[in-house]
């Protein structure tokens, strides 16, 4: 969402003034051009000229991020860093719910996320996957968290 505002008053002394209470000439770049805002989730960018809002990125939508899981498997699983047996039980914990997903119903997202955590806490304890193969999971899973729930 954008807000121009063009309203710029003009001091005693004929300057061009940003609405800040300071004089600031026209020829000149403020020393502050961005200003943001921390009392609102959405951050603002002020000028001498314009004022842009933005809202903050849109959560992903979970078939998106199930979609990166399958692949960061399947990525892992064929480095070796993932066992065959395992990439198996996390596609199988996944597929249904993209299934569901696909055909537009509600699905459990939130709850796949929660099994997929304590799945993969799991597996790697029991050296079934490397550090480093959890970690890129966990990442991917906690996007799957904030995704919008539900629907694709």
Request: zero cysteines; proline letters at 5%; a positive charge.
């Given at each position: 969402m954008v807000a121009l505002a063009h309203e710029q008053d003009q001091d005693t002394a004929g300057h061009a003034s940003a609405g800040h209470g300071t004089p600031a000439a026209a020829s000149r770049p403020s020393s502050r051009p961005y200003a943001h805002s921390a009392s609102s989730p959405a951050a603002t960018t002020t000028s001498p000229t314009r004022t842009t809002t933005t809202s903050p990125p849109a959560p992903p939508r979970p078939l998106a991020?199930?979609?990166?899981?399958?692949?960061?498997?399947?990525?892992?699983?064929?480095?070796?860093?993932?066992?065959?047996?395992?990439?198996?039980?996390?596609?199988?914990?996944?597929?249904?719910?993209?299934?569901?997903?696909?055909?537009?119903?509600?699905?459990?997202?939130?709850?796949?996320?929660?099994?997929?955590?304590?799945?993969?806490?799991?597996?790697?304890?029991e050296g079934a996957l490397s550090p480093a193969a959890a970690r890129a999971l966990d990442a991917e899973i906690s996007d799957l968290s904030r995704s919008r729930t539900g629907r694709r």
């Open positions: 991020v199930i979609r990166r899981i399958s692949a960061t498997i399947r990525a892992y699983a064929g480095t070796g860093q993932i066992r065959p047996d395992v990439s198996t039980d996390l596609n199988n914990l996944i597929q249904p719910v993209a299934t569901d997903l696909l055909a537009g119903r509600a699905a459990p997202v939130a709850q796949l996320a929660d099994t997929l955590r304590v799945k993969v806490a799991t597996r790697l304890g």
